[in-house]
């Protein structure tokens, strides 16, 4: 359904909930990140700051790993910024965001002047595109969303795609479902489509500001256009490239199926607790419903361990909360919590 906006804090995120001392299960990073083959190659790119950056080479490795041509990738710092350049360059008439989801893409939209309606979808978050108004000509849905952890089918993302329409996909989780079986990433076919990326969950890199949009040729370089010169750094350059090589999907698709495990273990032992936690996650999280949610949310913080609030996103409220899937150990620490709380 079409559903009002009432007043939350689209600005509100995970980082928010993180301070010195406290387990993080708040944000949605991987832990232990960047690995040291990354971190040695991003060191070594400082010897090259004196000159200006050069984003061919992380372009072509880009389109090279998505199986685009060039002129279809923009590098970007981190998926925000792809989100505020779309938002300051199209001219929607009707700007539907599909909730819950990533509050930024929303917060550029009207920061940039646009209204915007909100299709939000009631638990367990199943996408049916005939909730989305047909006149819609720009259309924002994340996929795995954050913070459900919902995967929706690649048919049923590509049956809102239509000529007039921009469809844009935030795929900044993507790479934690081994195989990206339902990415639209290579989908240049299909009219309007846009796939926004982020190194920054699975290579540990949100303060470095790196990621990119695939798109038609043309609406990148509208969005180029509207780019600051010179946006992504010449170390966030080389993390693309080095993050884009077979080598590098290798080792993410390893530690999606790692993830997967964990997720699966840790989502029966919430559920055991009698934690509502969202079927069919395939993200890096759990989102949970639990009365007291927010007592829940301080009385862990109490004991050392941070959450997600879960009523700063449109279509939740104050009975959810978002954990990150960690380690083993770490998830278990959490467990044995909880059992203690509740």
Not at 194 to 200: A, D, E, F, I, P
Not at 238 to 247: F, G, L, Q
Not at 267 to 277: D, Q
């Amino acid at each position: 359904m079409v559903a009002p906006e009432p007043d939350i804090d689209l600005r509100h995120h995970g980082d928010t909930e993180v301070a010195p001392g406290l387990v993080d299960f708040a944000v949605n990073v991987r832990a232990g990140t960047p690995p040291r083959w990354l971190a040695e190659r991003i060191a070594a790119a400082l010897g090259d700051l004196a000159a200006y950056p050069d984003p061919g080479p992380a372009r072509a490795a880009v389109a090279a790993r998505h199986r685009r041509d060039p002129d279809q990738v923009l590098l970007t710092a981190g998926a925000a910024e792809a989100f505020v350049l779309l938002a300051r360059v199209l001219r929607p008439r009707r700007a539907v965001v599909v909730h819950p989801q990533f509050t930024e893409p929303e917060a550029a939209l009207r920061a940039a002047g646009h209204p915007v309606e909100r299709v939000v979808l009631p638990p367990d978050f199943v996408l049916d595109p005939a909730a989305v108004p047909a006149d819609a000509d720009l259309v924002m849905v994340g996929n795995p969303t954050n913070p459900t952890s919902v995967l929706h089918p690649a048919a049923t993302l590509a049956a809102l795609a239509r000529p007039g329409r921009v469809l844009v996909v935030d795929e900044a989780f993507a790479d934690c479902v081994p195989g990206e079986p339902e990415s639209l990433s290579s989908r240049a076919d299909l009219p309007g489509l846009v796939v926004v990326r982020s190194l920054t969950k699975t290579w540990g890199l949100a303060g470095l500001r790196a990621g990119y949009l695939l798109a038609a040729p043309g609406l990148v370089r509208a969005l180029a256009d509207a780019q600051p010169l010179w946006s992504v750094s010449t170390p966030a350059l080389v993390a693309t490239r080095e993050c884009s090589t077979p080598r590098a999907v290798a080792e993410a698709d390893a530690w999606a199926r790692g993830l997967s495990r964990e997720r699966a273990a840790f989502a029966a032992a919430l559920s055991g607790l009698g934690l509502r936690v969202t079927p069919n996650a395939a993200a890096s999280f759990l989102l949970v419903r639990v009365p007291g949610a927010q007592r829940l949310r301080t009385e862990l913080r109490a004991r050392g361990i941070a959450v997600r609030r879960g009523d700063t996103f449109p279509g939740l409220g104050a009975d959810w909360l978002r954990t990150a899937v960690r380690d083993f150990e770490t998830n278990s620490q959490m467990t044995r919590t909880l059992a203690e709380l509740l």
